[in-house]
């Protein structure tokens, strides 16, 4: 094996050895090793990322002018037929290259970042150890070569997360936030494995290209497999929209968003790395990695994802805009902008004209990770130097955060789409590709970017300028630059990822793509954005009678939006009333009447019977003996009429 | 002649006698004579065998006599263990010795 | 009808009475006399088949021995004088059934069976020469081991019967 392959093999197993070592040994160590451990060994993989993304995209991986994927190695785990079999492998592509990029260096970023933030928490090394496991497993998922290796490390993700968000395991709530993620996207997930089983059972082979080469060319026999239809849609549309629920359970699409709020009981880092830039988006890797089949085999799978998509997106921006807890608006928005790479997806088809979607979604996944972390440990430092996350104790902290005050304003224009920042470019080239697809999806991508802005600086407004007497002015952040140092390098990717020729290496079919930027369509999203900041300022900036009016005159929807339209009391109410007194009561009264009542009447039954039979050995003698005399005399008679 | 099927009747109406008195009495020494009175049937029905079916041979002659002196034994014995029992519980009433049960 | 006839017939009358009336008696020395004249008339039986040999090892150990041993139990156990006790009606009843069906089987398969011709018309005295000699023979007709096999089980008796009567002195 080449460098390459022994970097991306040591990219993979440094955080599992980081996991190990910090979970077996971890509470011997001082916090400072631990973290020392835990840190180097993502900065590792992070530089290791960028030498492979290095050489991946600049020597090995243009083949005859088409970036294709390079199979690293490959080990077969479990051998069913010929075709069939699970392997574990390490694959590199655009797609993959990417990702392990945006992986490690968030991670590494958040890794920094909780050297000050998780400083004094009481189980320092295990929350290291945890992070550690998480990064390891997404980045196995995203280089699996095999379907079934990236379940396992699909719901290898999910433990960990699990882990995390209930890392405050003494709060009730943190618990039941845990239970709840993964609940859902474990659900979900059931999805993923039907759909993935229908797969192989239809193409015979679990390994993606296969998959992908089998199911994509018109004609092949393996399509033939799916002809089956139900309800208008072929069996390979289901298949392919139950693997997308799967996806749509980690990406919190409607109606599976409900973990990804209550989710940010954990501390505020793991909601940077994991619920803005790298678990969330593994729904949409997955479409991304299918998205050949999805494009040329199933378009009206692709066309309910766009939909899905693009209802989520408003859906959540809405919500966002009536919420007061801070990690609850970046929460919903980052529904909202997943959404925004969802629909982007689905509005993409195949072709050179079509397949701008893709090439789109993936760009704004690469940019969103970068300004949605950043707000996320802006907010984490906002929090650490007021002590609560309600906007109602915040307000007037430019003075006294001045670093936090610049990174968030530049997140903030990133997320908005303001030029020159990354989001701008990322989200005009998701509504280019939608305007020309479905005009529908056009227009609520639209309106959703005016609420993107709105809710974004109604939060920027409310914390940094509204004038709070209260406050204190002295400067925070002299104290923590492991802090600052993420939020700079943050805020400096937020600025210039967007200037990537982002085209040139990630597209559909591998070959470079042109993004390009036409000066008329892009007048519409700025005016937008710039109407929602303008009546953000006019709301929050200072103390001012029109957020009341406003509540006032849309009352109802108002407490529509802020209850979250009610979704989870809609869960609750499926749960408890209709599941559990309709399914479950009754199933728990067989069990325990008939069927433990059928094994306890047995035994009855059986002591019973040994009491009947009991009074035989009665000690009698001459009882014995009568039986005894009686029976010689049967058989006697028998005998003797049967012989004789 | 007297015909060989009324001895055996004989016979068996005396086993059937001892088989009686062993069922519906209630004196553990009663019961040790009924089954003198079943034993010396059988002996009666080896010597009539032998007297009409085999009057050369001596064979139902012998085993009477080991029959006899078995039973012999056999009373010594039982006796033996009935005046145990009556030292043991005092009394040699078949109903009372019923320990050996469930 | 001549007199070996009727005096079987009178011996057999003699063993049954006095047999029943020794089962269904409820005088417990009245039992064993009667068991007592039942032995002797089953000893007047055999003499009758010219079994003289036999006839004497009933009375001498039968009569002699055994009834006379039931006798010293008696008194061993002071149940002498007092009225045997009754079994249940139910036990009785289901014994006399017992039995008679058993009688009836008996005699109806006894009455059924052919016999084959007896002679026994050669009445040969019973030789105790004859007896001795064969009892300590081990050819094909030699009682040689069950002689010894039974002169074990007399000893394994008498020691028995010594061990389990024996009354333990309380020092």
Not at chain 1, 80 to 92: C, P
Not at chain 1, 313 to 337: E, G, M, N
Not at chain 2, 27 to 36: D, H, K, Y
Not at chain 3, 99 to 126: D, H, K, M, R
Request: charged share 10%.
């Amino acid at each position: 094996m080449d460098s390459y392959g022994i970097s991306s093999l040591a990219l993979v197993l440094l955080p599992l050895l980081s996991f190990i070592i910090l979970a077996v040994a971890g509470k011997h160590f001082s916090p400072k090793i631990s973290a020392l451990i835990g840190t180097s060994s993502i900065v590792i993989s992070a530089l290791l990322a960028f030498y492979i993304a290095g050489g991946y995209f600049f020597e090995f991986g243009n083949i005859s002018g088409a970036f294709t994927k390079q199979i690293i190695m490959q080990f077969n785990w479990l051998q069913f037929t010929n075709d069939l079999s699970i392997n574990l492998g390490i694959v590199l592509d655009p797609l993959s290259v990417m990702m392990l990029v945006v992986i490690t260096t968030i991670s590494a970023m958040v890794h920094i970042y909780s050297i000050n933030y998780m400083q004094g928490e009481e189980y320092f090394e295990r929350y290291y150890s945890y992070l550690s496991l998480f990064t390891f497993s997404m980045l196995g998922l995203v280089v699996s070569v095999n379907i079934f290796q990236m379940y396992i490390f699909w719901e290898l993700v999910g433990a960990s997360s699990f882990l995390l968000i209930g890392f405050y395991f003494t709060k009730p709530s943190a618990i039941a936030a845990a239970k709840k993620a993964f609940i859902v996207t474990r659900f979900a997930d059931l999805g993923f494995l039907i759909g993935i089983l229908m797969l192989s059972a239809g193409a015979k082979s679990l390994d993606f290209f296969t998959i992908i080469e089998r199911l994509t060319t018109p004609g092949s026999a393996y399509l033939a497999n799916f002809s089956g239809s139900f309800i208008g849609m072929s069996a390979l549309s289901w298949t392919l929209l139950l693997v997308f629920i799967g996806g749509a359970g980690k990406s919190a699409m409607f109606p599976f968003h409900i973990w990804l709020p209550d989710a940010m009981e954990g501390p505020t880092p793991v909601s940077a790395l994991i619920h803005a830039a790298t678990m969330v988006v593994a729904g949409v890797f997955l479409v991304g990695r299918l998205f050949p089949v999805f494009a040329i085999s199933a378009p009206d799978a692709l066309m309910i994802i766009g939909y899905t998509g693009a209802f989520t997106a408003l859906f959540a921006a809405i919500i966002a805009c009536t919420q007061t807890d801070i990690k609850r608006v970046l929460a919903y928005s980052t529904i909202s902008q997943i959404a925004y790479m969802m629909f982007a997806l689905g509005v993409a088809g195949w072709g050179a004209d079509k397949s701008e979607g893709f090439t789109a979604s993936m760009f704004h996944l690469f940019t969103h990770a970068f300004f949605k972390a950043l707000l996320f440990l802006g907010a984490g430092a906002i929090i650490h130097a007021v002590g609560s996350n309600e906007l109602k104790n915040m307000g007037g902290l430019r003075k006294s955060l001045p670093i936090t005050h610049i990174t968030f304003l530049i997140a903030c224009l990133a997320i908005s789409s303001i030029p020159p920042f990354a989001g701008f470019f990322s989200k005009e080239a998701i509504l280019s590709s939608a305007m020309h697809s479905n005009p529908m999806i056009y227009y609520v991508g639209l309106f959703t970017g005016g609420l993107t802005a709105f809710y974004m600086f109604r939060l920027y407004f409310r914390i940094f300028w509204f004038k709070k007497p209260e406050v204190h002015a002295h400067n925070h952040e002299v104290h923590t630059w492991f802090m600052n140092v993420p939020l700079i390098l943050l805020a400096i990717g937020s600025v210039v990822a967007g200037l990537i020729p982002f085209g040139h290496f990630v597209s559909a079919n591998g070959e470079p793509l042109e993004l390009s930027i036409h000066l008329g369509s892009v007048v519409l999203p700025v005016l937008v954005a710039l109407t929602g900041i303008a009546t953000a300022y006019l709301y929050f900036a200072r103390e001012s009678f029109r957020p009341e009016q406003s509540v006032a005159r849309f009352r109802l929807f108002y407490n529509w939006a802020i209850n979250k339209f009610y979704i989870d009391e809609i869960y609750l109410f499926i749960t408890k009333k209709v599941l559990f007194n309709l399914i479950g009561r009754p199933i728990a009264w067989v069990d325990k009447e008939i069927i433990n009542g059928a094994i306890n009447g047995t035994a009855r039954l059986s002591m019973k019977t040994s009491e009947m039979i009991k009074p035989v050995q009665s000690g009698r003698t001459q009882t014995y003996a009568m039986f005894f005399m009686g029976g010689a005399l049967v058989l006697a008679a028998i005998l003797i009429f049967k012989f004789v | 002649m007297i015909p060989l099927s009324h001895i055996l009747i004989v016979s068996s109406a005396l086993f059937f006698l001892g088989v009686y008195g062993f069922f519906a009495r209630r004196n553990l020494i009663t019961i040790l004579m009924s089954v003198e009175l079943i034993l010396n049937s059988a002996n009666i029905n080896f010597i009539a065998f032998n007297k009409y079916l085999y009057p050369d041979k001596l064979d139902g002659v012998f085993f009477t006599l080991f029959i006899i002196t078995i039973a012999a034994a056999e009373v010594s014995l039982a006796l033996a263990i009935i005046i145990n029992l009556y030292r043991r519980y005092n009394t040699i009433d078949i109903e009372d010795t019923k320990e050996m049960k469930f | 009808m001549n007199g070996t006839l009727i005096l079987f017939y009178f011996l057999s009358a003699i063993v049954l009475v006095f047999a029943a009336v020794s089962m269904f008696t409820r005088k417990i020395f009245r039992a064993a006399i009667c068991l007592l004249a039942s032995l002797v008339g089953i000893a007047g039986i055999y003499l009758l088949w010219d079994m003289d040999f036999i006839a004497a090892l009933q009375i001498i150990i039968y009569v002699g021995g055994i009834v006379v041993l039931i006798i010293f139990s008696i008194f061993l156990t002071h149940r002498a004088s007092e009225k045997l006790a009754r079994q249940s009606l139910i036990r009785r009843v289901r014994a006399m059934i017992i039995a008679i069906a058993g009688f009836v089987f008996t005699a109806w398969v006894l009455l059924s069976t052919q016999f084959p011709e007896a002679s026994p018309a050669s009445s040969n005295q019973l030789s105790v020469e004859q007896i001795g000699i064969q009892m300590m023979s081990y050819d094909k007709f030699g009682y040689l081991l069950p002689f010894e096999v039974i002169s074990f089980l007399l000893l394994g008796a008498l020691v028995g019967s010594i061990t389990i009567a024996i009354k333990h002195k309380k020092i």
